[in-house]
């Protein structure tokens, strides 16, 4: 079969691998399943290697957002059945450990990340691919009831990781009833934010973003006002426009250490920042913290627990994170997928194997 | 009068000073009033001007914590009346204004610090001295009914600043019922955390401690395990008290990039490091909180906010934190005062004029 190899900066190749197959012994034997994918996508944090940010030391596979439809399952698995359509999170779970059943399944005691398999440390199957083998599976997946209309998958490819790294944000920012919201970043991660700000009932979000059609689509998403400027000009116009203190909650979405102190600074006294974009760029002041009591929570999504709750919202259509894909390409595009990406020619790319 | 002016490293000095008088004219005219110190004290934030590490330009009033009576009150003054006895917080505040509405009093937009006049800008009264005026009175004192019985003095002081303080600790890292919590620190704040996480519901309590009457005392007020090791070592029992993850909660009362480091690697993925320590080392490692969810939440107490709380609980002697004081001195022993809290030979220092 075929599958996304990253080999080093701007390189990323589609190879023939070897087809998945379940595992027979060893800790995680019996435990696992073949999905065959029917859409993946690629993420602003798979830019990092790409551009040479993170350093790729070897040619690896590479990819963490997919759906698809079960193949097999390994002899003890139990949640799910081969025709199933299932999406995968960004982390492989049990779903029962302490961690998970705190909440926190991204910090499962037995789980992992893609591309490397949790119970042997050994190299495993990413995402973007045409199958891939899921550890842990009746933790990891998430069954999705019926077969889906089509419409639905891009949707439902979003639950994978930036839907709910959106919903992460929002939930770390501390969003409830009234909030009010300053969104920092306009990437699918930010404009997720905007959907899941205006889900838990923030009364008024800012979304910042100087790209017209990133602007259309925050408004789309829930945005009630739109700020372009930036940096220091962009923090005195967000505290302006919340009587001259800043709003309630900043949602910082980018990761970099200028759109960090941007959000800090942001929020009002005593305001809280909510942070999912992964850290390039340096530490937090915390003296500035200290002096505002803006507090700053986030991390990595814990997907798994807040799979099914989204998934409601999703199929019933209350929310529509589909539409952060604005570009469609095959597996076999790969580089284009991702050259798009980097020069943000697309938003976010969804792949059809 | 007599009050206490620093000089610089490790040279506080009882000075004669003016008497204070109401403010005759400018915007904070009227609205002041003239406080009898009872009691006063000092303050481990008081030690970094003290130890040289904040350098003291020119000779400065010090000291923010006190109680006494009113003895003069401005034209427009409502609340406070001759005679009342007051708790002054360790800032200033008009208890209207928007951050004071929304529980945010210590960052009043009309609000300050002792020692500065927030109304002009110019030197003001600090803490430790015989009589202070006291800015915007109204919003800034708080009254204990009737004549509080001298026993209770100790107690009433510490709302000026450490019980609070330690409540905020509590409060930033969502103490609740049930809650584990870690404390960094066993100075008074540290010792108040303790009472605090104890107030709010915690199940377990670990207070991070290699003093013996330290330990006494947190055990005295709440604590349930008293852990000595320090850094990695801390770090790692603490983790393995509550099954391998860490508690819900640290708390942060120290202020140095060592404690905040050993804080947030403390704690279990998802948990919460509420700070109080005033920070002097460096800024936080964002790689960690990403990569552990743990959020960081705290700075300087909004005591005035807490106090009707707090005052109902020491009236009824339900919270004793009068017992963090094990010195008495005159004022006049002032230096005597700063030496033996810098030299750790007290845990903190009550000051009768």
Sequence with gaps: MQAAIIHGDRDVRLENVPDPVLATDGPGSGLDAIVRVAASCVCGSDLWPYRGIDKVEAPRRIGHEFVGIVEEIGTNVENVRVGDFVIAPFHICDNTCLNCRNGWSVHCLHGGFWGSDPQTGGSADAGQGERVRVPLADGTLVVVPGRPDPSLIP???????????????????????????????????????????????????????????????????????????????????VKEMFDGIGPDVVLECVGTKESMDQALRSARPGGQVGFVGVPYGGPLEVGTMFSSNVGVRGGVAPVRNYLDELLIDVLDGTIQPGRVFDAEMPLSDIPAAYAAMDERRAIKVLLRP
Tied chains: 1, 2.
């Design 155 to 237: 949707a439902l490819l979003t639950l994978s990781d930036v839907m709910p790294t959106g919903h992460h944000a929002a939930v770390s920012g501390g969003v409830s009833k009234d909030s009010t919201v300053a969104v920092v970043g306009d990437g699918a991660v930010g404009l997720c934010a905007v959907i899941a700000a205006k889900r838990l009932g923030a009364a008024r979000i800012v979304a910042m973003s100087r790209h017209a059609d990133r602007q259309e689509l925050a408004r789309q998403f829930g945005a009630t006002d739109i700020v372009p400027e930036r940096g220091e000009a962009g923090v005195a116009k």
